[in-house]
């Protein structure tokens, strides 16, 4: 049973930066996404973020929502059980709590990367507050 914590969201002003984490225990996918969620209040979850590792290093994808690009980063830890959401440039639609969720295939490929449905474990959420 995959288990997964998140932490590092708090309050920042418009143009900060935070950084979270997502912690898996139970992870043993060899290859596998983990992505970033986000929900903020009266609205749909929405896909931030996803990074695909494969076998090999050099097989490694990410993805991002439109409105992240060039401000927020996924990254992964060399044992694959980690995560890591860099968020910089932060605006108060970036305001939410954030989910991470992993699955062995959901993001292997282009398409759907952001479908919440192909996503088998979920974290508990961390929040974040953008002020303006």
């Known amino acids: 049973q995959v288990q997964l914590v998140e932490s590092g969201g708090g309050s920042v002003q418009a143009g900060g930066s935070l950084r979270l984490t997502c912690a898996a225990s139970?992870?043993?996918?060899?290859?596998?996404?983990m992505a970033w969620f986000r929900q903020a209040p009266g609205k749909e979850r929405e896909g931030v973020a996803a990074?695909?590792?494969?076998?090999?290093?050099?097989?490694?994808?990410?993805y991002y929502a439109d409105s992240v690009k060039g401000r927020f980063t996924i990254s992964q830890g060399n044992a694959k059980n980690t995560a890591y959401l860099q968020m910089d440039r932060l605006i108060p639609d970036d305001a939410g709590m954030y989910y991470c969720?992993?699955?062995?295939?959901?993001?292997?490929?282009?398409?759907?990367?952001?479908?919440?449905?192909?996503?088998?474990?979920w974290g508990q959420g961390t929040q974040v507050t953008v002020s303006s």
């Open positions: 969720a992993v699955d062995r295939l959901a993001c292997r490929r282009t398409g759907g990367w952001d479908d919440q449905a192909k996503y088998s474990y």
């Open positions: 139970g992870y043993t996918y060899t290859a596998g996404c």
């Open positions: 990074i695909y590792a494969g076998v090999h290093s050099d097989d490694t994808r990410t």
